[in-house]
């Protein structure tokens, strides 16, 4: 059963209420990190990034574990208070876990695409969803917390989308996200339209009220970051309130 950590769930409220900053900061590892360097080349985003208001920081963008000094962004930012959210699309992730610590405040954030093909005709070159898997297992062995972020388009197959749903349940991981895959200039538009239907049908089976919620909180960042404004109507500032309902949080961090 998804469990949203109860420290999260009051920091992302007392940002909204305090109106102090916005719950996520979207940081982009490629403007942070060099390739070929062990550690972060900008010292000054670091320092902008870990005296940020913002509860939560989602390290997303060119893949993060391309680059050598990951880790150590990683750990410098959960250090100062913040919890990560480190996205990636899994396949380097079963190599590189020894180098990252499994602290409450990091969610691994694995990309599992429900149009992505699932298993490779030769065993010596599994694809990216089978290596993503194997990143997934890795990392729950090791003691860290995973949450799988899932895109929906509007070629999205619905069944399939609806079996990578039960397939992220079936593993126990600890958090669900589900976004459109892209954004849409013109939300009127047929594609625009039936991508958020399809998102929005499948967000009622995350199964979490504030899993839901969180993935319509970040949904903004994550289109915007693909070189767009956030879609009409949303914004990283609201979260809604369950009526009535309680927090879920076993997992305090």
Same mark, same amino acid.
């Given at each position: 059963m998804l469990r949203f950590p109860?420290?999260?769930t009051a920091e992302i409220l007392f940002a909204r209420f305090a109106r102090r900053a !916005?719950?996520?900061?979207?940081?982009?590892?490629a403007e942070i990190l060099h390739s070929d360097a062990g550690h972060p @080349? !900008?010292? +000054?985003?670091?320092?902008? @990034?870990?005296? !940020?208001?913002?509860?939560?920081?989602?390290?997303?963008?060119? +893949?993060?574990?391309?680059?050598?000094?990951?880790?150590?962004l990683v750990r410098a930012i959960t250090h100062?208070?913040?919890?990560?959210?480190? +996205?990636?699309?899994g396949t380097l992730l079963r190599r590189r876990i020894h180098e990252f610590q499994p602290v409450p405040p990091l969610?691994? /954030? @694995?990309?599992?695409?429900?149009?992505?093909?699932?298993? $490779?005709?030769?065993?010596l070159k599994p694809e990216a969803f089978e290596l993503a898997l194997e990143g997934i297992r890795a990392?729950?062995? $090791?003691?860290?917390?995973?949450? @799988?972020? /899932?895109?929906i388009a509007a070629e999205t197959n619905l069944n399939v989308a609806f079996e990578l749903i039960r397939q992220a349940h079936s593993l126990d991981v600890d958090g669900l996200v589900i976004s459109p895959a892209r954004f849409e200039p013109d939300s009127a538009t047929p594609a625009?339209?039936?991508?958020?239907?399809?998102?929005?049908?499948?967000?009622?089976?995350?199964?979490?009220?504030?899993? /839901? !919620?969180?993935s319509k909180l970040v949904e903004p960042l994550l289109l915007g970051h693909?070189?767009?404004?956030?879609?009409?109507?949303?914004? $990283?500032?609201?979260?809604? +309130?369950?009526?009535?309902a309680d927090e879920e949080g076993v997992k305090v961090a």
């Open positions: 109860l420290r999260l !916005s719950p996520i900061q979207f940081v982009d590892a @080349v !900008s010292h +000054e985003k670091i320092r902008e @990034v870990i005296s !940020s208001r913002s509860p939560v920081v989602w390290i997303g963008g060119s +893949e993060p574990l391309h680059h050598p000094g990951a880790a150590h100062s208070g913040h919890f990560v959210f480190l +996205e990636t699309d969610f691994l /954030t @694995v990309r599992l695409d429900a149009d992505a093909p699932r298993r $490779s005709s030769d065993p990392a729950q062995l $090791s003691g860290f917390y995973v949450c @799988v972020l /899932t895109r625009a339209r039936i991508s958020h239907q399809k998102t929005a049908e499948l967000r009622g089976h995350i199964g979490s009220f504030w899993w /839901t !919620s969180f693909a070189g767009a404004m956030p879609s009409a109507g949303l914004s $990283s500032q609201h979260i809604e +309130e369950p009526a009535g």
